[in-house]
């Protein structure tokens, strides 16, 4: 079965920190991995995946299949950062759906 | 870029009686479609897939005549709540993949339905 583990419920960092929100997958094959972002009445909207190699808004992550992890990181927080933060998963187990952690509330503190 | 439109963003409606939501893809055609469930700071729980012309498919402990799906065309897929109860308040979410129908593509969100039943 997949899973995705958000292990922080809540994260509070001050502006100009770094920031790590953590993401640890259960999968067996090639998954393809989300993050996606809800900010305050927004919609749940796509922040980047891992096929992409990019950065967005100054956010980058790197899928380490070794850890099985999927970690999203920022060197430099934002107050605009605070949001809902979640990891997906896509797989062909599952082929068309996507299983998401509990999500990561981010704070960030002037 | 793709758009998903949900309608109605909220609605209240009294015990016993059935809602309708709609979820709408508005510049690409969604074959397939995904209904969630989500609680206050609480992570998405998929209910249904909706399968464009036929059955939808059911997450284990989501009863399928409470919650009537219906995905008549390539844009629109329907979540009809009947005989609500106020423990099916709640927030609704639709998403449906992009455009290259990939299993792995995006998924693109409607802004939601809240739901509460009195």
């Known amino acids: 079965a997949q899973r995705v583990t958000q292990p922080e419920k809540l994260l509070s960092v001050f502006k100009g920190a770094p920031v790590e929100l953590k993401c640890n997958y259960s999968?067996?094959?090639?998954?393809?991995l989300f993050w996606y972002v809800q900010y305050s009445r927004q919609r749940l909207q796509l922040l980047l995946r891992?096929?992409s190699r990019e950065s967005i808004k100054g956010f980058t992550a790197d899928l380490n299949k070794g850890e099985t992890s999927f970690h999203l990181k920022k060197p430099f927080a934002q107050e605009e950062d605070s949001a809902m933060y979640y990891c997906?998963?896509?797989?062909?187990?599952?082929?068309?759906?996507?299983?998401f952690g509990d999500g990561t509330t981010l704070t960030v503190k002037p | 870029g793709a758009v998903v439109s949900q309608h109605p963003s909220w609605v209240i409606c009294k015990s016993g009686t059935s809602v309708k939501i709609e979820c709408r893809s508005l510049?690409?055609?969604?074959?397939?479609m995904f209904w969630y469930r989500q609680f206050p700071k609480q992570s998405l729980m998929l209910m249904a897939t909706?399968?464009?012309?036929?059955?939808?498919?059911?997450e284990q402990g989501v009863e399928k005549d409470k919650f009537l799906i219906n995905h008549a065309s390539l844009t629109l897929s329907t979540l009809t709540v009947t005989s609500a109860h106020p423990e099916d308040s709640s927030f609704y979410i639709c998403?449906?993949?992009?455009?290259?129908?990939?299993?792995?593509?995006?998924?693109?969100f409607g802004n939601g339905t809240r739901l509460t039943v009195t």
């Open positions: 998403s449906a993949r992009g455009l290259s129908r990939n299993y792995n593509s995006p998924l693109h």
């Open positions: 999968y067996s094959g090639s998954p393809e």
């Open positions: 891992h096929i």
């Open positions: 997906a998963l896509s797989g062909g187990t599952n082929a068309g759906k996507s299983t």
């Open positions: 510049d690409f055609q969604a074959t397939t």
């Open positions: 909706s399968n464009e012309g036929s059955k939808a498919t059911y």
